[in-house]
């Protein structure tokens, strides 16, 4: 009886201990630069909605102004990712080092998801880019914007000397025009929708780069994306899926409720809270889901970046999609 007892007293003990939580998994972290500007959402979408969590993933954000910190970010294995990344930058930095930015998803820019264009100050006399001649012009900053913005002013009969132009922090677009430092200039949201609700500055055109660079104003300019590292990939493939997928899940939020997701700007990006509903969504796509199409418009954006110097060499921009 007694023997009998014990193994009774042992079964009960075995079914507490299987009763018991079993014990929480540490996340898996990633190191994530990140451009606080509106092409950045589906990072904090990602965030705030759990779909990192959901896939154990716990994202260490480092905030880098532009495209030429996280391509040094990239190389140097500071991140792991890029939350945002200048295509043509991206591509550069593969020449150098053969796949250090390897794109999970693309942002599609037209004239309908707007990011890249000119503007000028209330007063200024310019109805067109044409217009733009003697005037003092800022650019968003980064060799790959600097040149696109001269390409686009040729493109509408203006060469250098017609006009000057200096890169200039994003984060000082807004200020600048403000201040009436600058005519104009070549910006990207949400700054555009900053200064025209501010009254300070109207937009001249936008979707630049499908309509003067990839000559139709129905292609696709992949000028940005989120790119992951080779490292990264290869000694953690499998976090490196699961990151991909939250990427995707919160990329379907977005196609799917852009007015929800805009909501994901405010306090995370310089997008004031009365600017949010402005600002145009993009045409985010994961990189397995790139039609034929939109892969030949990735690749003559790509050529162009060697066109104008950016790119060293001419690339076969597939190579650098990771499809998850």
């Known amino acids: 009886m007694k023997l009998l007892s014990k193994i009774t007293a042992f079964a009960v003990l075995l079914l507490g201990l299987t009763a018991l939580p079993a014990p929480s998994r540490a996340q898996d972290k990633v190191s994530v630069g990140v451009f606080p ?147 104009g200039g070549y910006t990207l949201e949400p700054n555009a929708s900053m200064m025209i609700k501010a009254g300070i500055a109207r937009s001249l055109e936008a ?31 499998d976090v490196a899926k699961r990151f991909a997928m939250a990427w995707a899940k919160a990329i379907a939020f977005i196609n799917a409720n852009p007015d929800e997701a805009r909501k994901h700007l405010a306090k995370n990006t310089f997008t004031p809270d009365n600017v949010v509903d402005m600002v145009s969504m993009l045409g985010y796509v994961m990189a397995a889901d790139l039609s034929p199409k939109q892969l030949a418009d990735f690749q003559a954006f790509a050529d162009f970046g060697t066109s104008i110097g950016v790119v060293p060499e001419k690339v076969d921009a597939s190579k650098f999609l990771q499809k998850f």
């Not at 043509?88 to 796949?99: I, M, Q, R, S, T």
């Not at 499908?210 to 139709?216: E, T």
């Open 37 to 183: 500007v509106s092409s950045s959402l589906p990072y904090f979408v990602a965030l705030e909605r759990g779909f990192f969590k959901e896939q154990n993933i716990e994202p260490e954000m480092i905030k880098l102004m532009g495209g030429p910190p996280n391509v040094a970010a990239m190389m140097t294995n500071q991140i792991e990712v890029s939350a945002v990344l200048v295509m043509l930058e991206g591509l550069n930095a593969d020449v150098k080092k053969p796949g250090v930015a390897m794109y999970i998803s693309l942002n599609s820019q037209t004239k309908n998801w707007k990011m890249e264009q000119f503007v000028v100050r209330n007063g200024f006399p310019a109805n067109s880019i044409a217009d733009l001649k003697g005037a003092k012009l800022m650019s968003a900053p980064g060799p790959a914007n600097l040149n696109t913005a001269k390409a686009i002013l040729a493109k509408n009969g203006l060469k250098e000397g017609d006009y000057t132009i200096d890169q200039l922090d994003m984060g000082q677009h807004v200020n600048a025009m403000t201040a009436g430092t600058f005519d």
């Open 207 to 237: 979707g630049l780069i499908s309509k003067y660079i990839l000559g139709s104003e129905t292609a696709d300019a992949y000028a940005a994306g989120c790119a992951m590292t080779s490292d990264f990939i290869q000694k953690r493939p």
